[in-house]
């Protein structure tokens, strides 16, 4: 599977299994109800979902240019602190908002969070590679 079908297949599963653990996330963390921590689940959902989309066809086309192909251990850890950095940086004033907390109460939430995400990341990227292959980006040549 390669190309827009490949991301919008990563990019659909990822957030959906995303949006119900970020639901009961939140309701833990904070005193949010479930209508309300759903609802800024699916707003941050919406937001990780383009942020994949540009985060990721910068990540590859920056991959197509390396001497060494494939995704190293390495490689893949490098790619989800770029994600997940990248999305901290828009989802923390947006959940302190949300939520009504301070931007620090905000941000030791999306540490929670984010400490969950880089290796739900990891390993939701590892097994998509291993049941639909490698993008042509790091591929072999």
Avoid: K
């Avoid at 390669?2 to 995303?18: D, N």
């Avoid at 833990?28 to 759903?38: E, F, H, I, R, V």
């Avoid at 989309?53 to 390396?66: D, G, I, P, S």
């Avoid at 739900?120 to 490698?134: E, K, M, S």
């Amino acid at each position: 599977m390669q190309g827009r079908l490949r991301r919008v297949v990563y990019v659909g599963l990822y957030e959906a299994i995303a949006i119900a653990v970020v639901t009961l996330g939140l309701m833990l963390m904070s005193d949010a109800d479930a209508g309300s921590s759903g609802a800024l689940a699916v707003a941050t959902s919406a937001i990780a979902m383009v942020w994949n989309v540009v985060f990721n066809r910068a990540f590859e086309q920056w991959e197509a240019r390396q001497a060494v192909r494939g995704r190293s251990l390495r490689r893949r850890i490098a790619h989800a602190i770029g994600f997940e950095g990248g999305l901290s940086v828009i989802l923390v004033p947006l959940m302190a908002w949300w939520l009504g907390v301070s931007l620090w109460q905000a941000l030791v939430m999306d540490i929670g969070l984010l400490l969950f995400f880089l290796a739900y990341t990891f390993a939701f990227t590892w097994a998509f590679d291993r049941v639909f292959g490698l993008p042509r980006s790091a591929q072999p040549v």
